[in-house]
């Protein structure tokens, strides 16, 4: 009897230019996330009408609704180191349960250097008394970093088809997380931006030396569940333009007449501007995770889900 010959495995071979492109385009995003932090702190630090508009937002704060506080007490309240550590162990332990050594590292990454820069530029930055208010940098916040860098970790860990859902609870999360420092005054609107930016810069330079060390073959791209995807647009289109416009309002009046809009307004539409925030970072998180490509390995051995 003669032995039939094993069939040979194909390989596909990834295009130099769509290589890349995908090795380059999560750093691009660390680099264009670095450049929106520094220019953030220009403008709401460095200037008298940026930090008039920025104290606005949080003097505004003046929530009495129960329901509503309350639940931006719990979010403040169980945002700590303890959930920060606990979260950075497990993910790391999915990880290694996954077979993904480099998912863990960079998960625990993410966490240890988004937060380190955080604490390192709030105690090294300075801040000009521009505002009269005499209060010391808060500049960026640290619940916030925390907050957004357990999210970014869970994403990246779990399942591409998971990842969506995951994006969209987190986002909640992390939204609320961000109101509720700007209500407690402990931080304002910037802090809260600047440390998505900071968590989403970390998370770019992981996901592009993960694609850089594993480069070859690249699965099919499979996008992310496109109703959270729709769910994260619109909500990030709606906000964005409230508070786009809310804001110019209150800068407006701080400029000609300060207190012509009232504390509230300027809360809401402050509040506004950070969910749109939140909405569009994680846009491009959860896209970015989404296309994170396997080991390179032939066409065969690279069918199944990860």
């Given at each position: 009897m003669t032995a039939l010959a094993p069939k040979p495995v194909r390989t596909v071979a990834t295009p130099p230019h769509r290589s890349l492109r995908n090795t380059a385009s999560p750093l691009l995003v660390t680099v264009l996330a670095a450049i929106?932090?520094?220019?953030?702190?220009?403008v709401f630090i460095r200037t008298t009408l940026?930090?008039?508009?920025?104290?606005?937002?949080?003097?505004?704060?003046?929530?009495?609704?129960p329901q509503v506080?309350?639940?931006?007490?719990?979010?403040?309240?169980?945002?700590?180191?303890?959930?920060l550590a606990l979260v950075?162990?497990?993910a790391a332990a999915f990880g290694v349960i996954r077979r993904r050594l480099d998912l863990s590292i960079g998960a625990t990454f993410i966490v240890i250097a988004s937060?380190?820069?955080a604490q390192l530029l709030k105690a090294r930055l300075d801040r000009?008394?521009?505002?009269?208010?005499?209060?010391?940098?808060?500049?960026?916040?640290?619940?916030?970093?925390?907050?957004?860098?357990?999210?970014?970790?869970l994403v990246l860990v779990f399942p591409r088809a998971m990842r969506g859902m995951i994006g969209l609870g987190g986002a909640a999360y992390v939204a609320v997380v961000a109101?509720?420092?700007?209500?407690?005054?402990?931080?304002?609107?910037?802090?809260?931006?600047?440390?998505?930016?900071?968590?989403?810069?970390?998370?770019?330079?992981?996901?592009?030396?993960?694609?850089?060390?594993?480069?070859?073959?690249?699965?099919?791209?499979?996008l992310p569940n496109m109703l959270v995807m729709a769910i994260l647009a619109v909500t990030g289109a709606v906000t964005a333009a409230a508070g786009l416009l809310g804001l110019l309002a209150v800068a407006?009046?701080?400029?000609?007449?300060?207190?012509?809009?009232?504390?509230?307004?300027?809360?809401?539409?402050?509040?506004?501007?950070?969910?749109?925030?939140?909405a569009g970072t994680f846009i491009i998180w959860v896209r970015q995770t989404a296309d994170e490509p396997p080991a390179a390995r032939s066409s065969l051995s690279t069918g199944g889900s990860q």
């Open positions: 929106g932090v520094a220019a953030i702190y220009f940026g930090q008039a508009v920025d104290t606005a937002v949080m003097d505004g704060g003046d929530v009495n609704h506080t309350d639940v931006l007490e719990r979010a403040l309240q169980y945002t700590h180191l303890t959930l950075c162990v497990l937060n380190v820069t000009p008394d521009l505002d009269g208010t005499a209060m010391p940098n808060s500049f960026p916040s640290g619940h916030v970093t925390a907050a957004a860098s357990v999210v970014f970790v109101i509720a420092t700007v209500w407690a005054e402990w931080h304002r609107p910037s802090d809260a931006v600047a440390a998505l930016l900071i968590v989403l810069a970390c998370g770019g330079l992981v996901v592009g030396v993960i694609r850089l060390r594993r480069g070859g073959a690249l699965r099919p791209l499979q407006l009046a701080e400029r000609g007449s300060p207190g012509f809009v009232s504390g509230q307004f300027a809360f809401l539409t402050g509040s506004a501007g950070i969910v749109a925030c939140v």
